[in-house]
């Protein structure tokens, strides 16, 4: 093709940073001015699109404000040893700053453009990666100042409506749009993002006092070395209290699942706050100024690659997930409410631990989506909070710490309890070691056994060890009844018919403590029984029913005068157990709901007899006294007493 020549691609505009000249940055900010302009300028139907984008992205960020400044302070950050952010606040503005890289030409594009930040091509090492979080600042401010190298810039409303109006006397089209908007009464502008501005001091001079006393403090950060700094005038109204309100909820936590920061200083009053993390391998020590001693947390991590079967079609890379536990272990187990994805979201997660997840968020960052992606990430957090409760077990004091990591406390998230969340914790913690029992361990759900009321302090460990330790907490309970460990009327259920008359008998004396004597193999020949009733001090059969009140059974027989030594020796006898402490001791009351026995009954005290006459010698004959009214009424006849003497028919025949 002799007409044609191939055309070489055009070469790649050089990528500014902070070590490019301050005029370099001057003609390079113009020239983007310009081209937004004429984008403006050629399509006017973005004009409305873009500002209405930015006010909603700045409504959705509300309330994350603070924490998106210290997510590009981690970003940024180049040496995690040495690396630390500064929180500067009074009543004219906060200013952050944060050594580590400086700010790019491609990092102000981002802030000009939504969806454009150059960080989603490495979220591996990011945080951030959408750009949309910076525009959430325009809650406190109209007027953002950024300083970082050479680099220094700020924006303005009152520019962007003068440049509106600008664009409008040389586009008849624009100015149409903006005709009809406002007899509307509905806004219409430039995003103020759109338009940077150089920052020098002809272009500072027109501003106010708080703009002004800003930037001195911004410029003193800069002095401290600080490589960028972001400083926010207050000129939105109510914009100091909801800074500080955000302050005051921010908890030194919030530095667990940072990448890069090291220390954390915070200038809000008289004396400033400095928090510093230590990172060693899987332990997490957080210090802070103003209180003795440090937080030591256990980190437990998991991580790899989502299956494709999880990702939206078309998805040609697979992207990595990341699941954190982060467990107190020197401390008071604290419920922290909410499931962080690097930094705490708005979504509910009532368990006392802190749980971080790669999880697919909202344009916000505070709720989740429902997804494929997150539903498999919510499975991968789920299996390794019931790891890391069991792997933790060691170092816990109280026995029931491990379980409750797994209890929740409270209303679950809707998004992650739709995820089938729940489903598989509850799976995934009936299988690890982290039931209480009476032997001093702990046990998977399916090796311990439940009473149908609490075991009492007096039932011995021997024979009784995989017995569920006593709890009050009803989440644990709860807990126990959802993982479904099984209780004394379960395995009893599930053993089906009973072997033997000595097992009869070991299961109809299983009412001393409700033993859970469905576990307990069939006695041979020889052997001793596993448990005798408390009832009587030689190993019978008695009509004794489980009391509805805890403690020992004893029947309304002689055997009760004696209950404290002669059953005690009576039960470690047969059952070939150590002895048992008194029961009075615990004060574990002596009381039975035996039913009554029948008269005559071998196991109860026998009656006496009933009044009768003697039956006369042989070859006597005396009159037989009359008997009782009562037993006259009933027609009795007593031929059994006397067959010589005649019967009774009616009263008073004698």
């Keep these: 093709m002799d007409g044609l020549r191939e055309r070489s691609p055009a070469p790649a505009a050089p990528i ?34 873009d500002f209405y984008a930015d006010r909603s992205h700045a409504r959705d960020q509300h309330g994350r404000e603070l924490l998106e400044l210290l997510q590009n302070a981690d970003d940024e950050a180049d040496d995690p040893e040495k690396s630390r952010a500064v929180i500067f606040i009074d009543d004219h503005g906060i200013c952050v700053g944060n050594t580590g890289h400086t700010f790019t030409s491609e990092g102000v594009d981002s802030l000009m453009l939504p969806n454009n930040s150059p960080k989603r091509r490495n979220r591996a090492r990011y945080i951030g990666n959408k750009g949309l979080g910076f525009r959430s600042v325009l809650s406190w401010t109209t007027s953002p100042i950024i300083s970082s190298g050479n680099l220094a810039l700020t924006f303005d409303s009152d520019h962007c409506a003068r440049k509106l109006e600008e664009l409008a006397a040389r586009s008849p ?17 430039i995003p103020v993002l759109a ?24 410029r003193q950060l800069v002095a401290e070395r600080l490589t960028t700094v972001v400083a926010l005038p207050f000129d939105v109204a109510g914009a100091a209290a909801d800074v500080r309100e955000q302050l005051a909820s921010i ?36 210090s802070s100024s103003e209180e003795k001693g440090e937080q030591v947390w256990k980190i437990v991590e998991d991580r790899g690659p989502i299956p494709f079967e999880h990702l939206p079609e078309g998805t040609e890379k697979q992207p990595d997930y990341e699941v954190k536990v982060a467990i107190q272990v020197d401390g008071a187990a604290k419920t922290h409410p909410y499931l962080v994805s690097y930094f705490p979201t708005q979504a509910r997660f009532p368990f006392p631990l ?13 709720n989740l989506i429902q997804s494929k992606a997150n539903a498999f990430v919510l499975g991968r957090l789920a299996d390794l909070m019931a790891r890391a409760a069991e792997e933790t077990a060691p170092l816990m004091s109280d026995p029931w710490r491990p379980l409750s990591l797994v209890t929740k406390t409270g209303a679950l998230d809707p998004e992650i309890e739709k995820q089938g969340f729940l489903a598989v914790l509850i799976a995934a913690a009936s299988s690890r070691r982290l039931v209480a029992v009476r032997a001093g361990d702990r046990r998977a759900a399916t090796a311990a056994k439940q009473l149908a009321r609490p075991a009492p302090d007096w039932l011995p460990t021997v024979r009784f060890e995989d017995v569920v330790k006593h709890t009050e907490n009803t989440d644990l309970r709860a807990m126990l009844d959802t993982m479904q460990v099984p209780t004394r009327r379960d395995r009893v259920a599930a053993r089906g018919p009973r072997l033997g008359s000595a097992r009869r008998g070991v299961d109809r004396h299983a009412h001393v403590a409700d033993v859970p004597v469905a576990a307990a193999p069939p006695r041979r ?19 004794a029913r489980p009391s509805s009140v805890g403690g ?103």
């Design 251 to 286: 908890r030194r936590e919030v530095l667990l699942f940072t990448k890069n920061l090291r220390t954390l200083e915070i200038r809000a009053g008289e004396k400033p706050v400095v928090w510093t993390i230590d990172r060693s391998g899987d332990e997490v020590r957080i």
């Design 16 to 49: 500014l940073d902070g070590r490019t000249p301050a005029d370099v940055w001057r003609a390079w900010l113009a020239d983007e001015t310009r081209s937004r302009l004429d984008e403006y300028a050629l399509k006017p139907g973005r004009l409305a699109s």
């Design 195 to 218: 338009l940077p501005i150089f920052l020098d001091d002809a272009t500072a001079e027109p501003r106010g006092e708080p703009f002004h006393k800003t930037l001195l403090h911004a």
């Design 173 to 189: 089209r624009i100015a149409e749009i903006l005709e009809r908007e406002r007899a509307a009464g509905l806004p219409i502008g």
């Design 525 to 543: 020949f020889g052997e001793a029984p596993l448990a005798r009733c408390r009832c009587l001090p030689r190993p019978r059969r008695c009509g």
């Design 552 to 654: 020992a059974r004893l029947p309304r027989t002689r055997a009760r005068s004696r209950a404290a030594g002669a059953l005690q020796d009576h039960y470690a006898r047969r059952a070939r157990v150590a002895p048992v402490p008194p029961l009075q001791a615990e004060g574990v009351p002596l009381r039975c709901r035996r039913r009554r026995p029948r008269r005559g009954h071998r196991n109860g005290d026998r009656p006496a007899p009933r009044r009768r006459a003697r039956d006369p010698p042989r070859g006597h004959r005396r009159p037989v006294p009359p008997l009782p009214r009562r037993q006259l009424a009933r027609g009795s006849r007593t031929e059994d007493r006397a067959p010589h003497v005649r019967s009774y028919d009616r009263p008073g025949n004698v």
């Design 354 to 366: 802190v749980a971080h997840a790669t999880v697919e968020l909202t344009n916000n960052r505070q």
